[in-house]
């Protein structure tokens, strides 16, 4: 494969010619899930491909796909590059005004949409949308049938004649523009992050040869593809190599999916594994004494023999016979639940806690950390699974480069470069300089092995009113890890102290009043109360202790309502919308600052 003159798509096609009665993806149909071979997925492409050119789609145009990952998502994607247009992905939990943002500004001829619900918000900008030529529904069970749309069903039909798209396309570039991804960002408008063929073949092509990708390989898809962390990783990586998808049904399904698609490969967010081993632990803490002596006996040896085997030193022979018996009795559970047949996970989109990821590797199950953005396709570095340095998020991609710039920015740049934003020259001239380094935002330093080593965000960094600079992720991160708290956001930037609000874990917050007898009339009530407020500020003090000072939290407002994407104050890679948090919230910090005297 020649990355500088391939296209998606033909990267696709090689591997339907390899392996065409291969599985290429799998959905739930009634409860089973169903399986879709290379070539069935390519006849599909050809007939979505002929259908869209007889709909006045030509290269260049762009076609919005509004929709969860589903394989109708993957048919239109392959046919709309095939033919040289543009493919517009939008969240399927964005609200109507930043639809029909992106709908204007990319001039989104036809928009492939999900499902009647999806259809409705669509319904409400639809007037404000004159671009928008055509609509098709995946799914249309649930319309009114006197509203006008397209059924994918009728396009996705192969038609009698002779398909006049099949196979090889040549008329596509790999330096034709592929796709126009929208951030959503912590802060300000949307950026149309524009990418070609090659950005992304590279990127892809440099995941399989890092991660040794191969047709026997299976990947659990949950995340959503309208990123390029799945779009890349958990798609273009997939479908390049030969290996299988298999669709979560939903998010609340996916630990039953992962026992029956058995993956081999999984992409997850930070906060999903950190997520994942709360819940453990809170299952493992409110179970029998035995239970919880075992787990935390065979966690304590597999972490020496781990920590001997790294720093290659002698293992003592009882430890290694305990080990194996520590991993039959309690390693081999933890991977059963992964589907047994696990052998990487990669992690991206937000720095994972060393900590919770150490745990998952001493269990058996490989974590290589990533770091990228949408804006280079996305993967900039990452680890190896045989040089695993925990702590860091590897080394670049082949033909990426990094250095470090001023004020610890990381700069980067390679093949996997945007071309720069879409309509958006001056935020374009900002972002990338004239010597063709892309700045990151991000604060990070080199190891002496050239592994990168992420330690802040520029734009997130607290600078108080005596002028030291507080990185707030790392002491959030360290606040949530005492359990008991779900969320928390530092506030302090020109203040001469730091305060935070602090979101409590639900259940355990509960339990925890039930224990000691507190009563009140609802939640609300239980997280305004003087002992839950007594409670946690220990918590914080006691997770805290080895903070300086001034990065020492003085006071705290405890609020009920999560941070999450519904309601705006997360990204739908599950960061943080910092300043959407401060605009609803602003009362509350300020009251902390004037009340007399910082609070303890």
């Known amino acids: 494969m020649n990355q500088k003159q391939d296209t998606i798509y033909n990267c696709f096609w090689e591997s339907v010619v390899k392996f065409p009665s291969r599985i290429a993806l799998m959905y739930k149909q009634d409860g089973k899930y169903v399986n879709i071979t290379y070539q069935q997925l390519s006849d599909y492409v050809d007939a979505v491909a002929f259908n869209l050119k007889k709909l006045g789609i030509n290269r260049g145009d762009s076609v919005g796909i509004y929709s969860y990952n589903r394989p109708e998502w993957v048919m239109v994607d392959l046919a709309v590059l095939k033919l040289g247009a543009v493919v517009v ?18 001039k989104i001829k036809l928009l492939f949409v999900e499902n009647a619900a999806l259809y409705q918000k669509l319904e409400s900008i639809q007037s404000e949308v004159p671009i928008l030529k055509n609509v098709a529904l995946f799914d249309p069970s649930g319309m009114n049938n006197n509203k006008t749309y397209l059924k994918f069903d009728d396009i996705k039909k192969v038609p009698d004649t002779t398909l006049q798209t099949s ?21 300000g408008e949307p950026k149309g992050v524009v990418l070609t063929h090659y950005n992304i073949v590279s990127n892809a092509l440099a995941g399989i040869e890092r991660f040794s990708v191969n047709e026997n390989d299976v990947m659990l898809s949950y995340l959503p593809l309208s990123h390029m962390f799945e779009r890349t990783g958990g798609y273009y990586v997939m479908m390049f190599s030969g290996g299988a998808i298999g669709y979560a049904e939903n998010f609340s399904t996916i630990v039953l999916d992962i026992g029956e698609v058995q993956p081999t490969i999984l992409v997850a967010l930070p906060r999903v594994l950190e997520k994942a081993y709360e819940t453990a632990v809170q299952k493992v803490a409110s179970g029998p ?131 720069g934003y879409h309509n958006k020259p001056d935020e374009t001239r900002k972002a990338i300089d004239q010597g063709g380094w892309f700045h990151t935002g991000d604060q990070g330093k080199l190891d002496k092995d050239g592994n990168l080593i992420i330690t802040g965000r ?6 108080t009113s005596y002028g030291k600079n507080i990185p707030p992720i790392p002491i959030e991160e360290k606040i949530c890890r005492c359990g008991y708290i779900e969320q928390v956001m530092l506030y302090g930037d020109k203040k001469n102290f730091i305060v935070a609000l602090v979101v409590p874990n ?21 997280c ?73």
């Open 167 to 187: 196979g090889f396309t040549s008329q596509v570039l790999a330096d034709d523009i592929a796709t126009i991804v929208y951030t959503s960002g912590t802060t």
């Open 506 to 526: 639900k259940k355990l917050i509960e339990y925890y009043a039930r224990s000691n007898k507190i009563s009140c009339e609802n939640y609300t009530e239980l």
């Open 289 to 419: 004494w035995i239970q919880r002596k075992l787990v935390t006996s065979a966690i304590k040896n597999l972490n020496r023999y781990y920590n001997l085997n790294y720093k290659k030193k002698p293992i003592p022979r009882i430890l290694k016979i305990k080990c194996n018996i520590y991993d039959k009795l309690v390693a081999s559970k933890f991977r059963k639940i992964a589907g047994g047949r696990l052998r990487v996970m990669v992690s991206g989109g937000a720095p994972l806690n060393k900590q919770i990821a150490k745990i998952y590797h001493i269990l058996g199950l490989n974590i290589c950390e990533g770091y990228g953005l949408t804006e280079t396709a996305p993967v900039i570095s990452s680890t190896f699974i045989d040089d695993n340095r925990l702590g860091t998020v590897g080394k670049p991609f082949p033909d990426v480069q990094i250095k470090i710039g001023d004020n610890q920015e990381i700069l980067v740049k390679g093949p996997n470069l945007m071309l």
């Open 458 to 463: 520029i734009k997130e960094l607290i600078v």
């Open 528 to 600: 305004a109360s003087n002992d839950i407020k007594t409670f946690l500020t220990n918590e914080i003090e006691n997770a805290t202790t080895d903070l300086a000072p001034y990065e020492k939290i003085k006071a705290f407002t405890i609020i009920p309502e999560g941070f999450n994407i519904d309601n705006g104050m997360l990204t739908p890679t599950l960061k943080l919308r910092r300043n959407k948090v401060l605009e609803k919230y602003k009362p509350l910090i300020e009251a902390m600052y004037t009340k007399t005297g910082p609070e303890k």
């Open 89 to 106: 992905p939008i969240y399927h939990v964005m609200t109507p005004f930043y639809i029909k943002y992106m709908i204007n500004d990319a």
